[in-house]
């Protein structure tokens, strides 16, 4: 049978030593059934001088045999407390954005009021045995901890979460190999902004680090302005492309539960920002991010309609990051161009697109626009007509890529 350790139980004991000794039972139990090959085991406490819940886990992870979820414990505990402790022994903070940081409990099929029941216990100085299981070991597994005095209640983890949780242990690897010595100095930070950020590899978090940008937060602040993105291109040496790319990923990151690969899913649909994402219809952007994913193969577990649904309403609903006026069809001149799509840029056309900028269509012009405006601040009708003229009278004809047409513009507006 499949290993996935999907489901959290979760068993409730009333003081560290009988929840311990329980967790070092169930272990040897595992160890002796040959059909139960359980996931992580792990103790849920609560730490009244730091003001958050801390995890211990029993036993070692073991990647090789599936248990990459051995995060999962930790996440349960930073989870319950905005993403502050994602991993045993490395701390992540809520400003982390995206990603890991952006899982709450309901991430872990959570209800609000099963939140509440755990954080109570745990708050009163009971102690939680959470262990990672799949569906046809939770009723054997339930049975064990009620023989060793818990109560226990299960929860279906859902996929996206998974793939967030791996995700997060894999760019924690990363910096480890990438950095060497310095990621002792640098991991927690690191491992935040990678999340957040996939356009941001561990050179460039070196680089930051070295130009005192040292925390999400400075990051973040940093990122949403155009000044604030000029200060960071003079600082680390990245060049301003690169410095976008991480400010749109910061952006679209604070949707909860995108991780790197749905980022990436939804950057390769067009999508680039909050604003991009707010303007789509569930049903059409569910349809859309199929078709990407079957040219391009970015995610293995392709987000549901519920889920997209979710990122939409967060999408209206959050406030704006990147300090820009927001471009509208209306501001452009309509009938200069072709209108093919009605949201976003043509799906058929996505890898095409990719690479290719065409002047004529109306969907692309406007996104590039929008990055345009989103890079420089500016924040008035006039400002994006501006853009627009220059696109159409100066940029030249063979300047034909996305990259080069972005540039091109970049270029043009810093000097003039």
């Excluded at 995206?98 to 991430?107: C, D, F, I, T, V």
């Excluded at 940029?395 to 043009?412: D, E, F, H, I, M």
């Amino acid at each position: 049978m499949a290993n996935k350790n999907d489901h959290l139980v979760v068993a409730y004991f009333p003081t560290f030593e009988v929840a311990e000794g329980a967790a070092k039972a169930l272990k040897e139990w595992d160890k002796a059934n040959k059909d139960i090959k359980l996931g992580a085991i792990g103790l849920l406490q609560w730490d009244s001088d730091f003001e958050k819940v801390v995890a211990k886990e029993i036993g070692e992870r073991d990647a090789k045999k599936g248990a990459l979820w051995g995060a999962g414990i930790g996440a349960a505990a930073g989870i319950l407390t905005a993403g502050i402790a994602l991993i045993p022994g490395l701390l992540i903070g809520a400003a982390a954005g995206g990603g890991a940081g952006a899982l709450n409990h309901k991430s872990l099929g959570m209800s609000d009021a099963d939140k509440d029941k755990l954080d109570e216990n745990l708050r009163n100085g009971g102690v939680a045995l959470a262990v990672m299981a799949d569906d046809f070991e939770v009723a054997a597994t339930e049975a064990e901890l009620a023989r060793l005095g818990g109560t226990s209640t299960t929860f279906d983890v859902p996929e996206e979460t998974a793939d967030i949780i791996v995700e997060t242990v894999e760019v924690q690897d990363e910096v480890e190999k990438t950095m060497g010595d310095r990621a002792i100095e640098v991991k927690e930070e690191a491992v935040a902004m990678m999340v957040a950020a996939p356009a941001l590899g561990a050179a460039s978090v070196v680089a930051l680090q070295d130009a005192e940008v040292s925390d999400m937060g400075e990051l973040q602040t940093k990122a949403a302005t155009a000044a604030g993105r000029a200060e960071l291109v003079k600082a680390t040496g990245m060049d301003r492309a690169a410095v976008d790319a991480i400010a749109y990923d910061l952006d679209l990151s604070r949707v909860r539960g995108v991780g790197r690969k749905s980022l990436a899913l939804l950057k390769a649909a067009g999508i680039e920002s909050v604003g991009d994402l707010a303007e789509y219809d569930p049903d059409e952007l569910a349809g859309l991010l199929v078709t990407v994913n079957e040219q391009e193969h970015i995610v293995e577990n392709m987000p549901s309609r519920d889920t997209i649904a979710g990122w939409v309403e967060q999408a209206r609903d959050l406030p704006p990051y990147l300090v820009a006026v927001k471009v509208l069809k209306e501001m452009m001149n309509v009938d200069d161009y072709e209108w093919h799509a009605q949201k976003g840029d043509d799906p058929t056309k996505t890898r095409k697109d990719a690479i290719m900028f065409n002047r004529k269509e109306g969907y692309e012009v406007k996104l590039m626009l929008q990055k345009i405006c989103d890079t420089f601040g500016f924040e008035t009708v006039d400002d994006v007509k501006r853009v627009e003229a220059v696109i159409a009278t100066e940029l030249p004809g063979n300047v034909r890529s996305q990259k080069n047409v972005y540039n091109w513009l970049v270029t043009y507006f810093e000097t003039h």
